[in-house]
């Protein structure tokens, strides 16, 4: 038979794709999960059942948070990175890590093809793709539903006539969860103007009184929640607990699709946000002005690089190269206040803190220079400008 992997899901286009491919065109079907935080252990043994009823040969979950984390989440925190001023890429972050654990999977087990349940007016089929043709160019790529143009209402009639009588109801609102957010999406989202209600967001109010946080930051990771030591992974999950609670993180992205359309989705995403927002500050005090702007544009452009699925393009490395070597003196504690629907950044204590009161106070005292010097120096700083107003200023 003809081997092949299914990047399986569980939901009602992977399910189709298990049973239409196994069945219709004889392919030795082996569905694989890739977890990068969006599964507890009881949903992965219900998707494994699904997919062996199916008719998929073998299903296999593969734990890979802590590669997403390693490979990608650290360098969003490092670059700052939230796309168009606002989403942190929590799903189209996790994409990435999971097309390479799946086409190196493929390869493993010497598969010939590799299917995903992707249409054709989305964002993932373009990185999966790509990140399947680039790895493993040899192995042939199959989309039944963006290949057919399949309407829900068409898969689910097909599993039907073959004895599969799952509930497929539509939710009203589709939520991908994962390490690094949760994705909302509703008929609201598919509007410019209305907003989500309180009501579809997975997290709800439930603390109102306010709860300070410490977190503390070793070379640009998060190493610790309030005194406590712990890995990356676990305090990222932690903080996301303690937050969520404030129904913090809640907001929706307005941005463009990699296939030119615009697009809107809601997030919840606490943890990234308050992270990210804590990392920055840190940085604002350790980094020097030329670190800060460098940074700016080259996070910026890593995300949009990896939004759009070129990981594997060479200047990535490039990127997290340069991006590593800016966190040698970001390291020390920030100080949080959590509110309902909201979060305050006090302030912060490290030892590497620039604004330090050896040279002076801002706006109040300065001990390194003279006055003389301070006059000497804007003097010479306005000459570019007295030069250009006598060029040209009569003629302005």
Not at 257 to 272: D, L, M, N, Q, S
């Amino acid at each position: 038979m003809k081997k092949l992997v299914l990047a399986y899901s569980g939901g009602l286009d992977t399910s189709y794709c298990a049973k239409y491919l196994s069945q219709e065109e004889g392919f030795d079907v082996h569905a694989v999960s890739v977890n990068t935080g969006g599964f507890s252990k009881e949903e992965i043994a219900s998707i494994e059942e699904k997919a062996i009823q199916l008719g998929a040969s073998s299903y296999t979950s593969i734990d890979a948070v802590q590669t997403f984390y390693d490979k990608v989440v650290k360098y969003l925190i490092f670059g700052n990175v939230l796309k168009n001023n606002t989403y942190p890429l929590s799903v189209s972050a996790e994409r990435i890590v999971q097309a390479i654990e799946i086409v190196t999977y493929a390869k493993k087990i010497g598969a010939n093809y590799i299917a995903h349940g992707s249409t054709g007016a989305g964002n993932d089929q373009v990185r999966f793709d790509m990140i399947f043709q680039i790895i493993a160019p040899e192995i042939e790529i199959i989309t039944p539903i963006r290949d057919n143009k399949l309407a829900r209402e068409a898969e689910i009639e097909y599993l039907k006539q073959n004895g599969v009588d799952y509930p497929w109801e539509k939710a009203k609102y589709s939520i991908n969860r994962g390490l690094w957010g949760t994705s909302v999406g509703g008929e609201e989202t598919l509007t410019s103007q209305k907003a989500l209600p309180d009501s579809a967001y997975p997290s709800q109010l439930q603390e109102k009184e306010p709860t300070d946080v410490t977190l503390t930051f070793e070379k640009g990771e998060l190493v610790a929640i309030d005194g406590v030591k712990n890995g990356p992974v676990a305090n990222i999950e932690k903080l996301e607990a303690m937050a969520s609670k404030y129904a913090i993180g809640r907001d929706i992205h307005v941005g463009d699709t990699i296939i030119g359309t615009k697009g809107r989705v809601g997030f919840e995403a606490a943890a990234a946000l308050i992270i990210i927002k804590a990392h920055h500050l840190l940085e604002k005090h350790t980094l020097s002005k030329w670190q800060q702007f460098q940074k700016e544009q080259q996070g910026n452009f890593y995300g949009m690089l990896l939004h759009e699925g070129n990981y594997l393009d060479a200047v990535m490395r490039n990127i997290e190269t340069f991006l590593t070597d800016t966190q040698k003196n970001v390291s020390g504690d920030v100080f949080i206040s959590l509110y309902p629907f909201q979060f305050r950044l006090n302030g912060i204590s490290s030892k590497h803190d620039l604004m330090t009161d050896a040279f002076g106070s801002y706006g109040e005292v300065n001990k390194g220079w003279s006055a003389d010097d301070a006059k000497g120096f804007i003097k010479i700083l306005s000459n570019s400008g007295k030069i250009y107003n006598h060029v040209n200023g009569q003629n302005e």
